[in-house]
């Protein structure tokens, strides 16, 4: 099991700020593994990155990625318009030399292309590739899902996924998306399952959770979706078909064996109250998985909502024994 152990002395943590109280640059801390007191700044050189977001690696290649959303100040009391329409937001991944930790490439998505957020590399230790969910193209408000591929001296980066905006009576939106008369997906989480052949989106601003077949990378098949709540669909659980709810799959968590899925509907309380501004409430949501064929099903049994989490709005699940995202894996 040694080599299943995560590093003795240190751990890694995300910032969306920059250091002693400033707005930027954001990146990455090295904490002391015990204590997880601040040791200092995990990039040695980091070129021209300035916003931050997620970072993942490939360990046997040493390769890490990091992605883009903005700001404190940006984000905090919910998307600002007018940095949106500005496309002041994220837009680009960098690429790092994991073990001097330095800046490599930045390869930018084009500046309509805001906030992409989470990274899902392929767990299989041999491959150098791993997708992206992209929360807004701000021409249109559809969402996109990105791959990237490294060949062992540079990084491409593809879109491979776009999931459209949908119609909408302005009245029925929040003032943020009035002038627009649609609802974004609003892609805020993806998961990709262990054996990384089923990757799992989640649409929270259409209320979606989308399963795709991504065995082939580079042309991701749809194998599966459900609804649940979303800003205007408000579908309801099929275990209470009459309970309101609010609030879309947000963040994502898979089992490690690819069976179950777990979807859980806040985001950030500024946001929640920005596209759901009568309340998120919380819940939570299992689906069961068809791991043959793909397919996707809601859990009658299992629906934990409103006081079961006593008043606490609800962000992530995490597993007993790990899950599709958790960063250790023991290779063959």
Known sequence: MDACRRPRFTRTAR????????DGPGGIALLDHTSFEVLGRWETDRGDQYLAYDVWWHLN???AVTSEWGTPSMIEDGIVGELLLGRKYGHALHFWDLRRRRHLQTVDLG??????LELRPAHDPTKTYGFVGVVINVEDLSASIWLWQWDGQAATVTKVIDIPAEPADPESLPPLLQPFGA?????????????DRFLYVSAWGTGQLLQYDVSDPLHPTLTGSVRIDGIVNRSAHPAAPSLPLAGGPQMVE???DGKRVYVTNSLY???????????????????????ESGGLSFDTQFFPHGEDFRGLR????RLQGGDASSDSYCYP
């Open 269 to 291: 309380g500024a946001w929640d109250d920005q596209f759901y501004p009568d309340g998120v409430g919380a819940w939570a949501a299992k689906l069961d998985v068809d791991t």
């Open 314 to 317: 609800v962000h992530q699940i």
């Open 183 to 195: 609802v974004p997906p609003l892609v805020t989480d993806i998961d990709l399952s262990v054996d």
């Open 15 to 22: 910032n969306l700020g920059g250091a002693n109280g400033q």
């Open 61 to 63: 290649h040493d390769v």
């Open 254 to 256: 898979v089992s490690r």
């Open 111 to 116: 500046d309509q292309y805001q906030m992409p």
